[in-house]
């Protein structure tokens, strides 16, 4: 059967990358009435940062390094929720130009030396990151160089075995709705998000 996590990142209730994964959800659980469905959401719950009884355990899983039980059921039901799913969507904003500290938190508790052998334990899934960003970071902009999500995610979803099927969805120029210096683009933004919504919807049969 199969079976979606989705996992949302951004602060904002409302946000861009909100109401894309959740579009996205929709529009799968629509598709496959039958199928599981996981919703995580690290902002509004924030995961730790993993401590180092935390890392050392991730690291050197046969040994006991003193980290609570809550700690190691946490990481546990991460790891389940993860290995679960055969679609992961994932909502992430940019945040000063890279991923929210929050989903970085998440990513923690699955990045490890486990998960990155060959073949990897998570490998096969298919995975759809949505992307959103306050102004433009597309090849041949200015900014372009400055873009620490897209980059981030790919090579950190790859070391794992999450990149086999991976699709980065993103909407560019948010702000120009609500920023008036940036008005000139909202034709710009518009389009990035129709975009956006049609992508995901292919994505999601």
Do not use: C
Request: aromatic share 6%.
């Amino acid at each position: 059967m199969s079976h979606l996590l989705h996992v949302d990142s951004s602060l904002g209730t409302e946000s861009v990358s909100r109401r894309l994964s959740a579009y996205f959800a929709e529009e799968w659980r629509k598709q496959h009435p039958d199928g599981g469905y996981v919703y995580r959401d690290v902002a509004a719950q924030p995961i730790p940062h993993i401590t180092e009884p935390v890392h050392q355990s991730l690291i050197y899983p046969d040994t006991d390094h003193g980290q609570s039980a809550q700690e190691r059921e946490l990481t546990a039901a991460i790891t389940r929720e993860v290995l679960h799913a055969s679609v992961i969507v994932l909502g992430v904003p940019m945040h000063n130009f890279t991923i929210p500290s929050t989903l970085k938190a998440w990513l923690d508790r699955i990045v490890h030396p486990g998960h990155m052998a060959v073949p990897s334990p998570l490998s096969g899934k298919k995975v759809v990151a949505v992307l959103t960003r306050g102004g433009s970071y597309a090849p041949g902009t200015p900014r372009e160089a400055f873009d620490y999500q897209q980059t981030y995610l790919k090579a950190i979803l790859e070391a794992i075995g999450l990149g086999d099927d991976l699709t980065f969805v993103t909407a560019e120029l948010t702000m120009a709705t609500v920023a008036p210096q940036m008005a000139q683009f909202k034709p710009l933004a518009e389009a990035s998000l129709a975009n956006a919504h049609e992508t995901l919807e292919k994505l999601a049969q």
